[in-house]
């Protein structure tokens, strides 16, 4: 299952909004997470079953969609939301798949 | 709390082998599926293998089928990937990462990884 993020690029400014899109070339029902890469560090799980945030992960982070089109919603942008984001589906478990990663960088 | 931690990366020359550990803690190793997730330089993330809670199950990516090598000791909490005949563009960060559950369906999805280890595939 091929998974493709966009766009490639988002510039935000503190405070704005910004919203991530993730598509699956096939359904995946909602067996999709999201991954937030600082820079320098490693993925951090936000989002599994497409909407339900992992434990300590802030209001802020909104996921949605099901089947093929997911979108990850930042409400009000933070510093610290700075960095990379990775859609992953295991719909097809055990051979899941990433997207290619949408950098969220200041504007 | 959960905590994974990679060992035994470096540089190595083409065509040659090495071994990459991780060891887990804090949670019950021998009751989660484990992966290797690997990142190169500036890219994104690349999933590698899986192994199954027991060891018996394993799948590759297509990449890295029939060169490398998943395994784990359940006695040790070590989890293993031995790559053989490496490339220069295996070159990357190696992490390892712990399913959310044991079974296998509803399917479990990656809830933490380790801080990853650097292998470098140079002459």
């Known amino acids: 299952i091929l998974m493709t993020q966009s766009p490639a690029t988002l510039s935000v400014s503190p405070g704005e909004r910004a919203t991530l899109s993730c598509r699956a070339s096939?359904?995946?029902?909602?067996?999709l997470a999201w991954y937030q890469q600082r820079p320098g560090q490693a993925p951090r799980l936000l989002i599994h079953g497409a909407t339900t945030r992992a434990t300590g992960i802030p209001v802020r982070f909104n996921g949605g969609g099901s089947g093929t089109e997911f979108t990850l919603t930042i409400s009000s942008l933070q510093s610290e939301d700075f960095g990379v984001y990775y859609c992953l589906q295991y719909y097809d478990w055990p051979l899941i798949t990433f997207g290619g990663g949408t950098k969220v960088e200041i504007k | 709390q959960v905590q994974l931690v990679e060992s035994g990366g470096g540089v190595v020359q083409p065509g040659r082998s090495l071994t990459v550990s991780c060891v887990g803690s804090?949670?019950?190793?021998?009751?989660?599926?484990m992966h290797w997730v690997r990142q190169a330089p500036g890219k994104g993330l690349e999933w590698v293998a899986i192994i199954s809670y027991d060891g018996s199950n394993k799948s590759y990516g297509d990449s890295v089928k029939g060169r490398f090598t998943i395994s784990r000791d359940n006695s040790e909490n070590t989890l293993y990937l031995q790559m053989n005949t490496l490339r220069p563009e295996d070159t990357a960060l190696y992490y390892c990462a712990k399913d959310s559950d044991s079974s296998g369906w509803p399917p479990p999805w990656v809830d933490y990884w380790g801080q990853g280890i650097l292998v470098t595939v140079s002459s």
């Open positions: 096939q359904s995946v029902r909602s067996y």
């Open positions: 804090g949670f019950i190793f021998s009751n989660y599926g």
